[in-house]
Each structure stands twice: as structure tokens, then as C-alpha cells.
């Protein structure tokens, strides 16, 4: 069964930094897309950022130029780190990932959601 860990969210101050990050384990073929999402309260989940296997990336524009992603093939993870934030990117963040398992074929998986609270 594939599950995906996320670690690192907390609460800090505006202008600050934190980095996310996120290990899928089980038995898994291969990954295409890991992601991050977030939701915030009454809001709609929408997408973060996201980079394929090959390393591509993309960047919601609320995001780019302060946000990083990164993943490790080797390790089936992803990370975000997150510098200047805002107030606004207070946010339930979620790990996503889009692979092959010998059970499901392609399928997405989400992790179980950490929580980012910056303070203005």
C-alpha cells in the first residue's frame, strides 16, 4: 500500500521560511508527477507547484519566485521550500503524487495534509 509522509509544516512569522517535504513508500513502479497542493479554510484545494521525473517544474503565480521544488528519485521524495512567506499562503499543504503500482497502474496518491500558519 503506498502512503505519502509530509513533514516540516509549522508556524512562523511573515518574511520567514519553511521547508516541506515528502516520502512515498510501498511498493511503487514508477513516479511521473510529485506536487504540492493546499487548502486553505473555505477555500478550494488548488495547486502549489509540481515537477515531473525529468525535473520540469511549474509554479502557481502566487508562489514563484519564493517557492522551490526538488525531489530525490532515489528516495521517492519531494520538497518545498517556501521562503518570504506570507500570511496568505497560511494553508493546509498536501503531497501529491502521480505513479505506478503494481496494484492500482497509474493512479493518484495525497498525503495527509500539514499545516502552514504564517503570522502577520
Known amino acids: 500500500q503506498v502512503q505519502l509522509v509530509e513533514s516540516g509544516g509549522g508556524l512562523v512569522r511573515a518574511g520567514g521560511s519553511l521547508r516541506l517535504s515528502c516520502a512515498a513508500s510501498g511498493t511503487i513502479f514508477t513516479i511521473n508527477v510529485m506536487g504540492w497542493y493546499r487548502q486553505a479554510p473555505g477555500k478550494q484545494r488548488e495547486s502549489v507547484a509540481i515537477i515531473t521525473s525529468g525535473g520540469s517544474t511549474n509554479y502557481a503565480d502566487s508562489v514563484r519566485g519564493r517557492f522551490t521544488i526538488s525531489r530525490d528519485n532515489a528516495k521517492n521524495s519531494v520538497y518545498l521550500q517556501m521562503n518570504d512567506l506570507k500570511p496568505e499562503d497560511t494553508a493546509v499543504y498536501y503531497c501529491?503524487?502521480?505513479?505506478?503500482?503494481?496494484?492500482?497502474?497509474?493512479?493518484?496518491?495525497w498525503g495527509q495534509g500539514t499545516q502552514v500558519t504564517v503570522s502577520s
Open positions: 501529491y503524487m502521480h505513479g505506478f503500482t503494481p496494484r492500482t497502474n497509474w493512479d493518484e496518491f
